[in-house]
């Protein structure tokens, strides 16, 4: 069944909301094996509903409206639906009554426009609205299911949910998605290494989609059973996993610092962290984890050379020598943060997360990444590019990975 | 100038992302008094492409693709839209040597399909994308204007800001928008104190949208010239102000952070932070602002009892007495802070985010905020709502109001 989603309303045009209606019913519609195959977005303006949704009638088979259905002379999806269809608008009287009871209950007076919200295309079906005052519409008409829904998310939500999803046909079959993600290796490189999957495999397909600081690959399966579905996906990880091996470090909603709290948990370890150009960054995502007082200790955010010496006693020579952005500098800040908190890792991050800053020896996004564990330091250079902010969570990725790589590696 | 935005992208149909560009474009293209018509989105599929930006040529006369741009297979908008023009595709060899240099400085090798994205069609004009590898494109071609840009938000906004609206034709009359934003005041209690405003005030209107931790009033006016626009609007903010008052810490694009900063750096004063419930991410946010160094001395993550005692200095007495959320362990906090670092002023921050950790008389979401400064300290008790993560947030927007308005009162 082949669905067009239209949502009418200028403000969308002016750019003042996004749609998230479209969000919302798409994401429903997919997990129930529908396939939306366009949204359109149009003003309130009759002749461009009307445009937009004899367009829908040519190539779709369920066509969604969404927002015009309120009590103003702009809210016109309605009669403009009824118009294309030769349809009359009927009263409902039990809708009617029910506004009424509404208007009653606020103590406000019911005038003539708010009536207009119980006419509906007769043969049609009324939606209930229960956070609001226009009812929805379901309509079958010459082989098409219309579906005309409110504009506010609050009230076109439940609607759908709790009265569109049971009237729709069940398809035989159920699509169903899961999200693999990627850090440290490049969109192009990853997909060098799955260049036959993603041009032959149909079912489940692989989409990448490249985040600030990781790549995700979005496995899609269709099949007549939930059950086989995930039997489709799970074939299809296993063999990314093996070509891809440990760059994939979550799956679904987990993110970066939930597997490394996960890991954190398991291994019983503790955990400090020094930063410099993260500003704070990284204890935050570290600390975003329910239950992080288990494994994070403190932070340090040290911004000027005079902390990154008082509090983590480095040497001043050292700075000097090697400026506040170098190896030595984070292998010195992760060793010393280890021993004077007393946790099992320290984790260090010095760099210039510009726009101001760089030079050309030392350019803006150079970072030095550094990991004090009990058998020694280890520490990365990296260049990331981007803006400040990009930067900086470029960079506390990157750290989190090498704690990952670390806490995966280790025995226990 | 009729507008039509098509969005490719099969993410946005399976209802995994909202379309967000297209409200940017939107956005933008309405406060140079652009007229967008439609907003189309179709997935990765080179005949439905050119389905849409057939029909898109039809009717509009400024055609924004977005997505498909980059290295894969699936990224397939410029080939389409090149192929309906009947236009050949050419290597620009200027980005191509970009990308080589991007790519040797990554570190990464440069593959087959990374050089894709430099090709443009024959007379097209290439955009420069300073944040990732996929250059944009304009193209003027049988009276049309045809621009597509990449799909990540982060490289679109830019490139359309800063180059595209430069090459967009000036139109008569504007559309646009200004967004007060507001703290301390919660939506209610500022609709009523405005409420003859929101109800009767039609050019610019003012549209009330709660945040997370602040709630922001659009003004949008429409008028024959930006300059006659900028008074409408002018006159609107002063009557909001009188109403408003101190609630009102920013204008658009300013965030508290930026307001927060321009103040220090105006008093000339240093801050230093010392976070609990919240983590890193007061210190992330005061330091996301450019030259933030210049203000920010150090931040103390002291996530555990042990860590606030010799970071900072505190009486194991104190904690166990009154417990480490409580008033005076956030006072303390502060002072000792403010004394060790040697900084004008120092936040501290102590609280409970949850979704653990709290009981009937320290509920979640119980947190205390203290200010130290040199003529003594204040600290206020919160009791926010939420979970983690905003809890979190409004924590750190509270801390950073507090500042903002100590600093806006005192002299110099």
């Known amino acids: 069944?082949?669905?067009?989603?239209?949502?009418?309303?200028?403000?969308?045009?002016l750019g003042q909301i996004a749609n998230t209606n479209a969000r919302y019913l798409s994401e429903k519609?997919?997990?129930k094996g529908i396939d939306v195959y366009w949204h359109t977005v149009v003003g309130d303006n009759s002749e461009r509903v009307a445009e937009a949704f004899r367009l829908a009638l040519t190539r779709a088979d369920l066509i969604i409206l969404s927002g015009g259905l309120g009590p103003t002379a702009d809210d016109l999806t309605k009669e403009t639906v009824a118009d294309v269809f030769g349809l009359v608008l009927e009263m409902d009287e039990a809708w009617e009554k029910e506004l009424e009871h509404i208007f009653a209950r606020l103590e406000r007076k019911m005038t003539d426009n708010n009536y207009k919200q119980a006419l509906i295309p007769r043969g049609a079906r009324l939606l209930v609205n229960n956070h609001g005052t226009a009812p929805g519409i379901w309509l079958e008409h010459g082989g098409k299911i219309v579906?005309?829904?409110?504009?506010?998310?609050?009230?076109?939500?439940?609607?759908?949910?709790?009265?569109?999803?049971?009237?729709?046909?069940?398809?035989?079959?159920?699509?169903?998605?899961?999200?693999?993600?990627?850090?440290?290796?490049?969109?192009?490189?990853?997909?060098?290494?799955?260049?036959?999957?993603?041009?032959?495999?149909?079912?489940?397909?692989?989409?990448?989609?490249?985040?600030h600081a990781e790549v995700h690959l979005r496995l899609t399966a269709k099949a007549a059973t939930r059950g086989l579905a995930e039997v489709l996906l799970d074939a299809t990880e296993f063999n990314l996993l093996q070509r891809l091996g440990e760059a994939v470090f979550a799956r679904d909603e987990e993110t970066m610092a939930d597997k490394v709290a996960s890991l954190l948990f398991k291994k019983m370890m503790t955990i400090t962290v020094a930063e410099s150009c993260t500003g704070g960054l990284l204890a935050h995502m570290l600390t975003n984890v329910s239950g992080s007082s288990a494994y994070f200790l403190q932070g340090q955010v040290v911004y000027s050379n005079r902390s990154k010496i008082e509090l983590l006693g480095l040497q001043p020579e050292l700075i000097e020598k090697y400026g506040a952005v170098s190896e030595e500098v984070a292998r010195s800040m992760a060793e010393n943060l280890r021993k004077r908190s007393a946790s099992d890792l320290a984790l260090a991050i010095t760099g210039i997360a510009g726009p101001t800053g760089g030079n050309a020896e030392k350019p803006v996004g150079l970072v030095f990444i550094a990991l004090a564990a009990a058998e020694g330091i280890s520490c990365r250079k990296f260049n990331f590019i981007g803006n400040r902010e990009t930067i900086k969570e470029r960079a506390v990725m990157a750290a989190l990975n090498m704690l990952r790589l670390y806490l995966a590696e280790i025995n226990g």
Chains 1, 2 share one sequence.
């Open 1 to 13: 069944m082949k669905t067009e989603i239209i949502a009418v309303g200028t403000e969308l045009l």
């Open 147 to 211: 579906v005309l829904l409110p504009g506010p998310p609050r009230e076109l939500m439940p609607m759908f949910t709790e009265q569109v999803l049971q009237l729709l046909p069940e398809r035989n079959g159920v699509i169903l998605s899961r999200v693999l993600k990627i850090i440290g290796l490049g969109e192009s490189a990853m997909e060098e290494r799955i260049a036959d999957l993603l041009a032959n495999q149909t079912n489940p397909t692989i989409a990448p989609l490249a985040k």
């Open 29 to 31: 519609l997919a997990e």
